[in-house]
């Protein structure tokens, strides 16, 4: 977890797009990487899968805690990063111990990619930072509220989104590679997630507040790419049949 600290403080202090930026684009790279350089590491010179698993488990689990006590949304979305990578590890961990992982990988990197982006696009295109000035959001632009709460479910793995499809590939390589506990564990988490990102959906469609931030800062090209993100990422659930052989034979 101490890898993941700056990540809120960054994500709070920076623009959204440039969130967006940084709660991607690295976190792909570096679970890539590693992907790469462990798979190279024997498993009888360094018990590795362990101490991802290890590492799987905190991260997801802290990164919800953490989460449940945020009123930014940008801080929300960063810790939603933290547990997001603890559910990529879960496939790192048994990458060498099943075919399923490769395709889970990839997939799951893909969906997270397409979905963070869109509920980072959604915060752009609206000029509220806090839970509460979100409120009412759904009467006046719903086109928007809707890419906003598909962004948000599609980050817990409701379905049809493509987050779905991840982490069911990803419990699905836990088992095989002999880690159910931490699908297990990875599902409570996934049930849990459910409630601070349902504190963020409610207000949308309640009657405005006092604290409802006005439209005057509204960005027309981050609300049409959050709808686009949002509307690839439940075309990329809804494919995923298609897709995933493709990932299996990359």
């Keep these: 977890m101490a890898a993941h600290f700056w990540v809120p403080d960054v994500t709070d202090g920076t623009p959204p797009p440039v969130a967006a930026v940084l709660t991607t684009i690295p976190k792909i790279g570096?679970?890539?990487?590693?992907?790469?350089?462990?798979?190279d590491v024997p498993e009888d010179i360094v018990p590795w899968p362990l101490l991802v698993a290890v590492i799987a488990a905190v991260s997801m689990s802290l990164g919800n805690?953490?989460?449940?006590?945020?009123s930014s949304v940008l801080r929300l979305l960063a810790y939603s990063t933290v547990s997001q990578v603890g559910y990529v590890l879960i496939i790192i961990a048994v990458g060498a111990r099943t075919p399923e992982a490769q395709p889970a990988l990839l997939f799951y990197l893909a969906a997270y990619a397409l979905t963070n982006i869109g509920a980072f696009a959604a915060v752009a295109?609206?000029?509220?930072?806090?839970v509460d000035e979100f409120r009412g959001l759904g009467r006046r632009r719903p086109l928007l509220a809707i890419a906003l709460v598909v962004s948000l479910l599609g980050l817990v793995g409701t379905p049809p989104t493509a987050v779905f499809v991840?982490?069911?590939t990803a419990f699905t390589a836990a088992f095989d590679g002999g880690m159910a506990w931490l699908a297990v564990l990875a599902a409570v988490n996934t049930v849990a997630s459910l409630f601070y990102y349902l504190r963020w959906i409610a207000p949308l469609f309640r009657d405005e507040s006092p604290e409802s931030t006005d439209e005057t800062g509204e960005s027309p090209a981050a609300r049409h790419g959050a709808v686009t993100?949002?509307?690839l990422s439940l075309v990329l659930g809804v494919a995923a049949g298609l897709i995933l052989p493709l990932f299996a034979a990359s």
């Design 30 to 39: 570096a679970l890539a990487a590693m992907w790469r350089l462990l798979l």
């Design 65 to 70: 805690l953490a989460a449940f006590s945020q």
């Design 125 to 130: 295109a609206h000029p509220a930072r806090t």
């Design 166 to 168: 991840g982490k069911l």
């Design 229 to 231: 993100a949002a509307t």
